[in-house]
C-alpha cells in the first residue's frame, strides 16, 4: 500500500529538522489536504527561532576585537535583543545576520549568563567559529 505524504505526516509525524519555510509551506498544504495540521498548536509560527537551544557565533580572525556575528534571520529575538544584536543584510546578499560590535569573549560571557555552553570552536580559513548549547529549563 503506497501512503500519500499526508498519510506519512500522520503516521510518522512532522520532521522537526524541517526549516521554518518548508514547516510552512507543509502546513499550508496539510490544511488544504486534510482539516488536520502538520505542525503541532504549541509551535509560533511567529517566531520560529524561539526557544532554538544552539546558537552560532563567529568572527574573522583580523577582527578578534569585534564585530561579532551572533545569529541568523531566524534566531530568537529575545536572545539577539539580550545581546544588543542589529539585523543587517549585505548587499547582494538574500539573507539577514545580527551583529554586535563587542568582541566574541565578551559575548560568551553574556550568553553565559543566560544559560549557553560553548560545545565546540573552530577556525574555518580566517573565521573563529563557536558552537553554544542551553540545556532545556
Known amino acids: 500500500m503506497l501512503l500519500t505524504e499526508t498519510r506519512k505526516r500522520a503516521v510518522i509525524g512532522c520532521s522537526r529538522w524541517a526549516f521554518p519555510q518548508e514547516r510552512r509551506l507543509q502546513k499550508a498544504a496539510a490544511c488544504v489536504?486534510?482539516?488536520s495540521?502538520?505542525?503541532p498548536e504549541e509551535e509560533e509560527e511567529s517566531n520560529p527561532g524561539a526557544g532554538m537551544p544552539y546558537i552560532l557565533i563567529s568572527t574573522q580572525i583580523r577582527l578578534e576585537t569585534g564585530p561579532t556575528n551572533v545569529g541568523d534571520e531566524f534566531s530568537d529575538p529575545a536572545v539577539m535583543n539580550y545581546l544588543g544584536a542589529?539585523?543587517?543584510t549585505v548587499l547582494g546578499n538574500n539573507f539577514?545576520?545580527?551583529h554586535v560590535e563587542e568582541p566574541p569573549r565578551l559575548v560568551l560571557d553574556k550568553l553565559?549568563?543566560?544559560g549557553f555552553r560553548v560545545l565546540s570552536m573552530t577556525g574555518v580559513g580566517q573565521t573563529l567559529v563557536w558552537c553554544l548549547h542551553k540545556e532545556a529549563e
Open 33 to 35: 489536504e486534510d482539516s
Open 96 to 98: 539577514s545576520e545580527y
Open 37 to 39: 495540521s502538520a505542525i
Open 86 to 88: 542589529r539585523k543587517t
Open 112 to 114: 553565559e549568563k543566560i
